[in-house]
């Protein structure tokens, strides 16, 4: 005896439900030239609107993307031979973190993406290395945050941008204690594994490869906590309205030979998670990745109500069917 076409709809609809929500959506863009092209993997921020964290943190109000993983000394180099000019590479090598690179080194990085896209650059940089907000009357002026282009599409996270898709569960609409859930993640010097982050290593071997290092957050990312920490768009003061300061925030989420597991966890992030220093400063910890804006596509929540309409559909019209079979015999 077959089983119902009904019952195996329900039950394949089911599946594709279940696959949809649980699905973290990933995006890669290509750069470069030549034999110097290179992707940046991206994942999807989404859920806009959330709420922040207890401490102040996290609340984005729209969609976006953010580097899966920190850009690469082999992405960084691939840039420079591809045209990225008055910048010089990091202090690793392959595919190990670019580092050792100023805040104007990782802006230049992210506007030579803006422009080679046929993009607006994100931030007023000019030859001497030195920051300027965007006048009130150029395209794509932004009043809530001067520094970043409105018309770019690749920018530095900023500190909320960069700790939601750090700390926030969408599956649980919660902040979990740290990037790879909720609790301690065991250290690494290499990996993937669930709950695993690269910190407390040795000194001499550096941090792992960007791919390797460690298990994920519930948007897909990987190392935003422990290997490196990154550079955020961020200004000290958190406006992006005042360049004359000349400081940046950079995320202090652990780095590869920090023993401290605590450096890792958002409730450490007020006190010290968000360090201030100068656009011009640098050190072989800190690197950065790349954040992107996003076309509007469905949330999970959005394709589950979809789906679920069409298996209603489907089960209305193959009753349909077989209620007008039974009445014409």
Do not use: C
């Amino acid at each position: 005896m077959t089983k119902p076409r009904i019952t195996i709809l329900s039950r394949t609809f089911a599946l594709m439900v279940a696959t949809l929500v649980t699905t973290s959506f990933s995006y890669a863009d290509t750069f470069g030239t030549g034999t110097n092209q290179f992707i940046i993997n991206f994942s999807r921020i989404g859920n806009p609107g959330n709420v922040p964290d207890s401490n102040n943190y996290g609340a984005v109000a729209y969609t976006y993307q953010i580097g899966t993983y920190d850009i690469s000394a082999n992405q960084f180099n691939a840039a420079i031979a591809s045209g990225l000019s008055n910048v010089t590479a990091g202090y690793w090598s392959n595919n190990q973190p670019v580092a050792n690179v100023t805040w104007y080194k990782a802006a230049a990085f992210v506007n030579w993406l803006d422009i080679s896209s046929g993009y607006a650059p994100a931030y007023n940089l000019t030859s001497s290395n030195s920051l300027s907000l965007w006048a009130t009357n150029s395209p794509g002026y932004n009043p809530s945050d001067p520094y970043r282009n409105s018309l770019a599409k690749y920018f530095l996270p900023s500190e909320n941008e960069w700790y939601k898709s750090a700390y926030y569960s969408w599956q649980t609409q919660t902040y979990n204690l740290y990037p790879t859930g909720t609790t301690v993640p065991t250290p690494v010097a290499s990996g993937t594994a669930t709950n695993t982050a690269v910190y407390n290593q040795s000194f001499t071997n550096g941090p792992s490869s960007v791919y390797m290092a460690g298990g994920l957050s519930p948007y897909g990312t990987m190392g935003q906590g422990g290997n490196v920490q990154q550079w955020l768009e961020s200004a000290w003061s958190n406006s992006n309205t005042n360049t004359s300061t000349t400081t940046g925030a950079y995320s202090t989420a652990g780095y590869y030979y920090d023993p401290s597991s605590s450096d890792l966890s958002s409730a450490n992030w007020a006190t010290n998670q968000s360090t201030q220093e100068a656009l011009s400063y640098y050190n072989s910890n800190l690197g950065f990745r790349v954040a992107s804006s996003v076309d509007e596509v469905p949330e999970p929540s959005t394709l589950y109500l979809i789906v679920m309409v069409g298996l209603a559909l489907i089960i209305v019209h193959r009753y349909r069917r077989r209620k007008d079979s039974r009445e014409l015999t």
